[in-house]
C-alpha cells in the first residue's frame, strides 16, 4: 500500500464534496426546497466520515515521502496544522447535520432554524478551512511557478491570520500525551463511549433481530441520543488520541481495519435510515417481528462493532505492522 | 527492592502465565483483553441502558421485558470474571502490587450487590413499580456510579503500575 496514493485518493472528496453541499444546501432555501436541503445535510455528514481516513492518510503519506529530496518539512507541518482546524470544523459541520437530520425525521416542519443556521456557518468556515488545507498541501509538490519544490511560502493577508489559529502539529502531539494522566483520561472517556453505543445499538439491534420482542421498538430507538453522545465522545477522544501518536496509529493494519470497519458502519446506517427500513420497524409494536431487510441490518451493525472493538484492541498486538 | 510474596514470583514462572504474556498467538493476551472490554461493554452497556429507563427518560418502555437484557449484565459480569483471572495470571505482581486494583475488587462486590437489588426491586411488577421508582433512584445512581468507577480503575491500571513484573519496576 502507497500512502501518499491513498492520500490523493481521498483528499479531494472533503474539498470538492463540501462545496457541492454547501452549494445545494443555499441553493435549497431558493423555493425552500426540504428534499435538497436533506439531500445536502447528507452530503455533509458522509463527507464528514470520509474526511477521517483522509486526515489519517495524510499522517502516513507525511511519512512516506518525508525522506524524498526536496520536500520541506515546513511545509508539510503547514499543511498538517491547517489540516487539523479545518478537521475540527469538519466533524462539527457533521454533527450538525446529523442533528438537523435527526429533527427532519420528528417534525413535518423540518429542523428548527437554529440547527440550519449552525450548519450554514459551520459548514461555510469548514469550506474554506478545506481550500486552504488543500491549497497548503500542493504547495509541498506543486510549488507555485518559477520557485523550486520545497521553497518557503510567504502568506497572504488572509492566510496569515487563519494561520494564527492553525495549531503547530507537533506541540499539538506534545500536549496530548505531555502527561499520562491525561492520556489515562482520555482512555476512560473512550471506553465510557464504547459501552453508551454498545449498551443503546446494541439492545435496538437485538430487539430488531427479534430477541426481547416484547418490547416495542419505538422507545428504545429513542434512547438514542445516548449512544450519539457516546459516538461524539469517541470521535472526539479517538481523534485527540489520533493526534498524539499519529505514526503509532497510521503504521497500524489493526487501527485501519478500525476505521474501515467504522466506514462501514456509516453505509449501514445511510442504509437502514435513508432507503425506508427504518421505516418499516420504526412503529414495531410488542411481539411484531421485523421484515428481513432490517434484521440483516441490524445484524451487520453489531457485527461491526464488535469489529470496531476487537480491532482497536488489538492496536497494541500490531504496533509497527506497516512499513512506509 | 520488591519485598512482594514470593509466590507471585512462582506464578508468573507457570507455563500459563509464561505463554499468555509472550505467546505470538493472537489468542493469548490480547485475546483475553478483547473478552474483558466485551464484557465490560455488555455490563455497562446495558446497565446504562436500564438506568436510563430507571431514572425516567422513556417512560414509555415497558419495564418487565426489558428485564431479558438484564441477562446481559450477567453474562458481561462472568465473562470479566473469567477474562480477569486470566489477565491476573499473565501479571500477578502488576496487579496486586497496585493498591487502585484491590479497590476495583470491593467496587465490584459493591456493584454486585447494587445489581442484584435492581434486579430484585426495580423489575418487577410494571404497575407497581412506577409508584415505587422515585424511591429507588439513589440505587440507581449507585449502580451507575459504582460501575463507572471499576471502569476507571480498570483502565487506570494501565497506568498506574509500580512494577511490571516480579523484580521489575516501571
Not at chain 1, 463527507?47 to 511519512?63: C, N
Not at chain 1, 456557518?121 to 488543500?134: D, E, P, V, Y
Not at chain 1, 494522566?181 to 439492545?203: E, K, N, R
Not at chain 1, 479517538?238 to 485501519?256: H, K, Q, S, T
Request: proline residues 4%; hydrophobic residues 55%; contains cysteine.
Amino acid at each position: 500500500m502507497n500512502f501518499d496514493h491513498l492520500h490523493l485518493l481521498l483528499n479531494h472528496v472533503p474539498i470538492i464534496g463540501f462545496v457541492i453541499a454547501l452549494a445545494l444546501f443555499v441553493a435549497s432555501f431558493a423555493g425552500r426546497n426540504t428534499d435538497l436541503r436533506r439531500s445536502a445535510l447528507i452530503v455533509f455528514a458522509v463527507v464528514a466520515l470520509v474526511t477521517i481516513p483522509t486526515f489519517v492518510s495524510g499522517v502516513a503519506a507525511d511519512r512516506t515521502i518525508a525522506n524524498d529530496a526536496g520536500v520541506s518539512e515546513a511545509l508539510v507541518k503547514r499543511h498538517e496544522g491547517a489540516a487539523m482546524l479545518g478537521l475540527w470544523f469538519v466533524m462539527a459541520t457533521g454533527a450538525a447535520a446529523m442533528t438537523a437530520l435527526w429533527r427532519f425525521r420528528r417534525t413535518a416542519a423540518g429542523p428548527p432554524r437554529a440547527d440550519i443556521v449552525a450548519v450554514l456557518l459551520l459548514s461555510t468556515i469548514a469550506t474554506g478551512l478545506m481550500a486552504r488545507t488543500g491549497n497548503t498541501g500542493g504547495d509541498i509538490r506543486h510549488p507555485q511557478p518559477g520557485t523550486a519544490q520545497g521553497t518557503p511560502v510567504a502568506e497572504g493577508s488572509i492566510g496569515a491570520i487563519i494561520h494564527a489559529f492553525e495549531p503547530a502539529p507537533d506541540g499539538f502531539t506534545d500536549l496530548m500525551v505531555a502527561t499520562k494522566w491525561w492520556w489515562a483520561t482520555m482512555m476512560v472517556m473512550h471506553f465510557v463511549g464504547l459501552s453508551l453505543i454498545i449498551g443503546v445499538v446494541g439492545a435496538i439491534d437485538l430487539r430488531i433481530m427479534g430477541f426481547a420482542r416484547e418490547l416495542p421498538l419505538a422507545p428504545l430507538h429513542r434512547l438514542l441520543p445516548l449512544a450519539m453522545i457516546g459516538l461524539g465522545l469517541n470521535f472526539v477522544t479517538g481523534m485527540l488520541a489520533f493526534i498524539g501518536m499519529p505514526v503509532y496509529y497510521a503504521a497500524d493494519i489493526a487501527f485501519w481495519f478500525k476505521l474501515c470497519a467504522l466506514m462501514l458502519l456509516g453505509v449501514n446506517a445511510l442504509l437502514f435510515y435513508m432507503t425506508g427500513i427504518f421505516d418499516s420497524v420504526e412503529h414495531l409494536g410488542p411481539g411484531e417481528d421485523a421484515a428481513l431487510s432490517a434484521k440483516i441490518i441490524a445484524a451487520g451493525s453489531l457485527l461491526l462493532w464488535f469489529a470496531v472493538i476487537i480491532s482497536g484492541r488489538y492496536i497494541q498486538r500490531f504496533e509497527d505492522s506497516l512499513r512506509f | 527492592m520488591l519485598s512482594a510474596p514470593a509466590f507471585l514470583d512462582t506464578l508468573e514462572r507457570t507455563g500459563l502465565s509464561t505463554w499468555l504474556r509472550e505467546s505470538e498467538s493472537l489468542f493469548a493476551y490480547y485475546f483475553v483483553l478483547v473478552l474483558h472490554n466485551i464484557g465490560l461493554a455488555l455490563l455497562v452497556g446495558t446497565c446504562s441502558v436500564l438506568g436510563a429507563r430507571l431514572l425516567g427518560f422513556v417512560p414509555e418502555l415497558p419495564l418487565v421485558p426489558l428485564r431479558r437484557f438484564f441477562r446481559l449484565v450477567w453474562i458481561g459480569f462472568w465473562l470479566n470474571m473469567v477474562s480477569g483471572a486470566f489477565l491476573l495470571i499473565a501479571y500477578p505482581t502488576k496487579a496486586l502490587t497496585n493498591p487502585l486494583f484491590y479497590l476495583k475488587l470491593v467496587l465490584i462486590a459493591l456493584g454486585v450487590w447494587v445489581l442484584i437489588r435492581i434486579e430484585r426491586e426495580c423489575l418487577v411488577d410494571e404497575a407497581a413499580i412506577a409508584s415505587r421508582l422515585a424511591a429507588k433512584r439513589s440505587l440507581v445512581l449507585w449502580m451507575l456510579g459504582v460501575w463507572l468507577g471499576v471502569l476507571t480503575l480498570g483502565r487506570s491500571l494501565a497506568y498506574t503500575a509500580s512494577y511490571i513484573l516480579y523484580g521489575k519496576g516501571t
